[in-house]
């Protein structure tokens, strides 16, 4: 046993001593099941990336959109409010969530009472698209440590195969054993390096849609207000 856990101890040594190799080793060391790790990782990167990019108040809540919407409905032109909201140009969360309110009070008979409502919901279904985005990297935070175990579990498999096969019938028995067992470290290993950031950058980025979902809310409110200021004036001046 003294033996076995020498020849471990002594890859170790030689993985440290080059680091180039021990991240290589990292990387390709956990068999099939880690190279699949290794591919979620990618997944999981790319994911992260265009959500960081995605997930910005410039992209989601532009200022020079929120401020030419707000200057169109206050000279009470809805119609060219809501033809701006639609221009693909113009495309963000805040004015999809607007311009679904400002459409409903423009071709509801109800529109009044609705419009509220619209962007409620509205805002509640973009918000929801892009938490299902999202759930990719949940997903891989928590399929990753999984596969991490099973290669555990393979590689102990393979590892008391070895035992029983005996080291009188393999000539590379300690050899055999060791690697085995390298691989059910290895794999653990990958799966907790992918987990741990996924789970971590997901909580960020659903408190971050929190906080702009929030902020275009507070937008939304103030369009609202303006709109049924209108409403009343109109009224009033009929």
């Known amino acids: 046993m003294n033996t076995i856990f020498s020849s471990i101890l002594l890859q170790a040594g ?53 401020t030419a919407l707000r200057e169109i409905v206050e000279r009470g032109d809805l119609e060219g409010a809501l033809e701006y909201s639609a221009l693909p140009a113009n495309d963000c969360y805040y004015l999809r969530v607007v311009g679904a309110g400002i459409k409903r009070f423009l071709r509801s008979p109800f529109g009044a009472f609705e419009i509220k409502g619209a962007m409620e919901e509205a ?58 067992i390298a691989i059910a470290l290895i794999t653990t290993f990958q799966g907790l390096v992918v987990a741990i950031p996924c789970v971590s950058i997901y909580g960020y980025l659903r408190n971050r849609v929190d906080a702009l979902a929030g902020e275009c809310a507070a937008n939304a409110e103030e369009i609202v207000t303006l709109v049924e200021r209108g409403a009343r004036k109109g009224g009033k001046d009929s």
């Open 14 to 66: 030689n993985s440290t001593s080059d680091g180039g190799a021990s991240l290589l080793k990292f990387i390709t060391g956990g068999g099939i099941i880690g190279y699949i790790i290794v591919v979620l990782s990618v997944v999981a990167l790319a994911f992260v990336i265009m959500h960081f990019v995605q997930i910005r108040r410039t992209a989601l809540i532009p200022a020079d959109r929120v």
């Open 123 to 180: 805002g509640a279904e973009e918000t929801a698209k892009l938490y299902r985005t999202m759930d990719v990297i949940a997903t891989i935070g928590s399929v990753a440590p999984l596969l991490g175990l099973l290669g555990t579990v393979q590689g102990m498999i393979g590892a008391f195969d070895t035992v029983a096969a005996g080291a009188s019938n393999n000539a590379n028995y300690y050899e055999a054993l060791a690697a085995n």
